[in-house]
């Protein structure tokens, strides 16, 4: 489908034609210096290979829309699922979102895309779906372009929630950088580094490239975030990875984008132990900072503060411009003062009342008290493997993380424009 005769839609439905996709994609994210690890091929197909679902509860199937140009040149890819629940039957809830409907694994989820064009391709995403208004109940429309963005006010559009990411401009060496800290940051850091002397304690950090030695490392990498999650007397984190399905996915994609030079494991070692790790990806000058484990037995010695700032000294020194601290508004984030990119998002529901019930209800049923509880008593064919059960006692309410007080970041935010419907779902 077209809206004009320079950009046109291609629906890919099915995984043999998204393996084919792959050096367009590729292509594509070298083109717009893409910054996310989420919007690379690797993820999508690791994403798809992993933690889709297709049983009688909940049924995913592909809706990848690639807009080319004129020359046949894919200048757009919204990587999006139509999920279905129940699978079968004639009552079911159809409603679109993009690729990444996990809990909180793929932390930001949107279209690839030329700048130039964002609100182009937008239009053509809206019109396409608009005209298999029947097919689907809504959208979810994260990473909003511009044009979007601000048509919040349409009748079939509900404003979604933000998400941020916290990037850290680097300076050219470490001295430097530490001259624009806070003094609080600062003495933690003197803390830090003192402590381990002060008892002997030799640290050093280790950097793996490698796939195969990646792959390897991971069941340790999985043993200290589990570890992380189970400490009581610190800010309440989430296994994310407790399921079998979410492990083999982190170490699918990691060794795929290792192949590709973009894929790091960190690892801080204290007197040749392994006691804190953390995931990271390479895109291009920045280094986008995943996910991370610590061994409890070093809390005192606060080792994750220390694997940042070793990670940070090694950014520097192999002349990465940035590092992206990741999601969350967060006090381990914003003491170091870093700029804060807000992600926007938007539900467009189907001009049906039967499509708008159907949304209703789903919120509905995915509020506090009612999904927790829900989520234990269904049968497991009707929720997502990517999260175990358990998981949901220890996660807090989202209206619980907002209202939390947090230290405020330097400079204004940057709007690029993501609601968190389903990453949970």
């Known amino acids: 489908m077209s809206i004009d005769q320079h950009l046109q839609i291609q629906l890919v439905t099915s995984f043999e034609d998204l393996v084919d996709l792959k050096s367009e994609w590729l292509a594509l994210e070298a083109s717009v210096r893409a910054e996310l690890p989420f919007q690379t091929w690797e993820w999508a197909v690791a994403w798809w290979q992993h933690l889709r679902e297709d049983s009688r509860g909940v049924r995913d199937q592909l809706r990848i829309c690639v807009v080319r140009d004129g020359t046949n040149t894919v200048v757009a890819i919204a990587p999006l699922i139509l999920t279905e629940r129940p699978s079968v039957g004639p009552v079911r809830l159809r409603y679109v979102q993009f690729i990444g409907a996990d809990p909180n694994i793929t932390e930001i989820r949107g279209m690839l895309c030329r700048r130039e064009l964002a609100n182009e391709c937008c239009r053509l995403l809206r019109a396409h779906f608009a005209a298999h208004a029947d097919e689907w109940d809504w959208i979810s429309w994260d990473s909003l372009c511009p044009s979007l963005s601000e048509a919040t006010d349409h009748p079939t559009l509900i404003a979604g929630e933000d998400r941020s990411t916290f990037v850290l401009p680097l300076a050219s060496d470490w001295q430097a950088m530490k001259g624009r800290l806070g003094r609080n940051i600062k003495e933690s850091l003197r803390k830090c580094y003192n402590s381990l002397r002060r008892d002997g304690l030799s640290y050093s950090l280790e950097t793996l490239r490698d796939p195969w030695a990646i792959e390897v490392a991971m069941g340790e990498f999985f043993r200290l975030h589990s570890e992380r999650a189970s400490q009581k007397n610190t800010a309440p984190h989430s296994d994310v990875f407790a399921s079998m399905e979410a492990r083999r996915f982190l170490t699918a994609v990691c060794r795929m984008l290792a192949e590709r030079g973009i894929a790091r494991l960190f690892r801080l070692r204290v007197d040749g132990r392994v006691v804190a790790s953390r995931v990271a990806f390479q895109m291009g000058s920045q280094l986008y900072l995943y996910y991370s484990g610590w061994d409890s037995a070093y809390a ?30 967060d006090v381990s984030k914003t003491r170091w003062r870093p700029r804060e990119v807000v992600y926007r998002s938007g539900i467009e529901v189907a001009p049906r009342f039967s499509a708008r019930a159907n949304y209703l209800g789903f919120r509905a049923a995915r509020s506090v008290g009612t999904g927790k509880l829900a989520r234990e008593l269904l049968p497991s064919f009707l929720v997502r493997r990517s999260e175990p059960r358990g998981a949901w006692r220890s996660r807090p309410h989202p209206a619980a993380v907002a209202t939390r007080s947090c230290r405020r970041v330097a400079g204004p935010p940057v709007v690029v424009a993501i609601e968190a419907l389903d990453h949970q779902v």
């Open 300 to 329: 005192r010695y606060s080792v994750m503060t220390t694997l940042l700032a070793e990670i940070i000294k090694d950014a520097i020194v192999r002349g990465s411009t940035a590092v992206n601290l990741s999601t969350g508004n």
